[in-house]
């Protein structure tokens, strides 16, 4: 085999920015990609994490994301998700291309948030509110900043050192962002919810009106972020139900708690096609797991770009 075509993180961001990936998998749910018929992902226990296997067919390119979950990476001066992508052509499954799968992630999930944004949060000007200082807050300010305008910016989280690194470099970028609390939810438009918390991470019950939620950061069946009075009175979305009703804490919680109908799940292509949409006034929660579809129509969209 000839030595692959290797998209690092700079060529992955230069080549597909937020805007551009946002219309990518907005094009392709408008266009019928239903993510409950995707491939579905598998996870491996290892000594000091978990090994995740995300396979995805679709639009001439076939492709596979192997990520690494290592939990005490930060305390090393590490990414916590790592990840490397192989893209492939359909037809023969014939290697073609490797990714950054890392900055992969770090584009393709605020990205599918901004396409659930941009069909629940009302029109104008927005106020956004991150919880969370890692590479998915950076990312989802650019991503929701591609489908709104933001009249401010709040950063909270658990170290206040990286909350107050990630505004400054979000001023530096051009943005209006401030160090903020979890108690600013009640003044936001627009909360993002980017932890590997396990437990609720804000009151959701100074969400009011039509306020929209998105929760990315826990991907298992104990972990939330969202409490369940709030999940209660919401138009929630998801990528798949399936999908939901396997991982995502979030949903299942309340479900078990009989505070949420599983029948009430809306998934997102029906959100986006128009064919579900939430009540006047009524709060709007997105809660995406993360799905290996979203990876390869981004990567297929860098790779079309760059060539």
Wanted: aromatic letters at 4%; charged letters at 20%; a negative charge.
């Amino acid at each position: 085999m000839s030595a692959l075509p290797f998209y690092d993180a700079d060529q992955v961001f230069g080549t597909v920015d937020f805007a551009a990936a946002v219309h990518a998998l907005d094009l392709a749910l408008r266009g019928g990609l239903d993510p409950a018929a995707a491939l579905g992902r598998t996870f491996a226990e290892v000594e000091n994490g978990q090994l995740l296997l995300m396979p995805a067919e679709g639009a001439g390119f076939a492709g596979v994301k192997l990520a690494t979950i290592a939990p005490a990476n930060p305390a090393r001066g590490l990414e916590r998700i790592q990840a490397i992508y192989v893209l492939m052509d359909s037809d023969t499954l014939t290697p073609i291309a490797l990714f950054d799968g890392t900055a992969l992630t770090t584009l393709r999930t605020p990205a599918i948030s901004a396409v659930a944004v941009d069909a629940l949060a009302p029109a104008g000007p927005a106020t956004l509110l991150v919880i969370g200082s890692g590479p998915q807050a950076w990312g989802h300010v650019h991503a929701v900043a591609a489908v709104r305008e933001l009249r401010e910016v709040i950063i909270t989280g658990r170290s206040a050192e990286k909350a107050e690194s990630l505004v400054e470099t979000l001023r530096g970028e051009g943005f209006a962002a401030r160090v903020g609390s979890a108690a600013d939810a009640a003044g936001a438009t627009i909360i993002v919810c980017a932890t590997t918390a396990s437990e609720p991470v804000f009151d959701g019950s100074l969400v009011s009106g039509e306020t929209v939620v998105v929760a990315v950061g826990s991907h298992e069946p104990f972990m939330r972020e969202i409490d369940s009075d709030l999940m209660a009175r919401s138009f929630v979305v998801v990528e798949d139900v399936a999908s939901a009703l396997r991982e995502a804490g979030d949903v299942i919680i309340p479900i078990g708690e009989g505070a949420l109908d599983a029948d009430a799940l809306v998934p997102i292509h029906t959100l986006v096609t128009g064919a579900a949409r939430p009540a006047p006034g009524q709060p709007r929660v997105f809660k995406s797991m993360g799905m290996g579809w979203e990876d390869l129509v981004v990567a297929a969209e860098v790779h079309r770009r760059a060539r």
